[in-house]
């Protein structure tokens, strides 16, 4: 919850960029081939897909959903077979139970691959969706083919020993923050309070050891002026990644690619994508 609450603290800097996202319009450049709820992980997930080709997931941040995506699917769409997903707890997807951790989304991700059949997939996660990511390739690395990580650290404990903090409740939470949170979340205020419930433990704790295991491509994208996690977990994600490239976007916090960022960041992300399809076959048609 120490996290949720930093992200709270800050909110007074960084609330325009979060409405911004928060109320982006999901339908924004072309309606999705699919959309599907299914039950993974006793609960049910909520996904739409765009687009043909590889598969490729994207996973938004913390109180955000699938919608956090829209301005960016028509041109990936061009490219993959985009599964843009609501995470536990948000959007359409099932409210949080007193069971959540990092290591359930991750769980959550690994079924709804399996009931895709996807064997091996490319992804795109920011904050939140960043760590599901880091947990879900550590326990199944096989299950990843390339990887970008916004926002994320391997190893973030400042939920330890956490005491509620009454002055970050959902009851003082901005007025126009909440209504931007209704606008994307579909199970009625009891969903969005429990995403500030501060009973829950948000902690990853990776060790170096596991990173230095990975054998995918992983891009690290990480504001320089990140005011959630700071920089140093961006640099020790790539330390200790093998195959992985860094990308510290100037003059920008935790949301690092949205705005003036957000085409640089489109032609980035799809040149790193694709930077292994001219002479490597998709591994899920073999």
Partial sequence: MALIQMHLRQIQNIIPVILMCLISDP???QFPKKTETIRVNEIDMYY????KGEPLLLLHGWTQSSSFWSEYIPTYAQNFKVYAIDLRGHGRTSPLTADFSIKESAQDILELLDHLKIKKVKAIGLSFGALTLLELASSNPERIQAVILIGASHNYTG??????DNTFSYENLPKSFVEGLKKIHYHGDSQIKALFNPNFDYQIKLKDEELNTFNFRTLIVNGDRDEILGIDPAFALHKNIPNSALWIVPNTGHIAITGPNLKTFLNN???FLNADNKNKTDPNKK
């Fill in 27 to 29: 339908g924004f450049g």
């Fill in 48 to 51: 739409e897909i765009y687009g």
């Fill in 159 to 164: 939920g330890e020993n956490n005491e509620s």
């Fill in 269 to 271: 992300s799809l040149n």
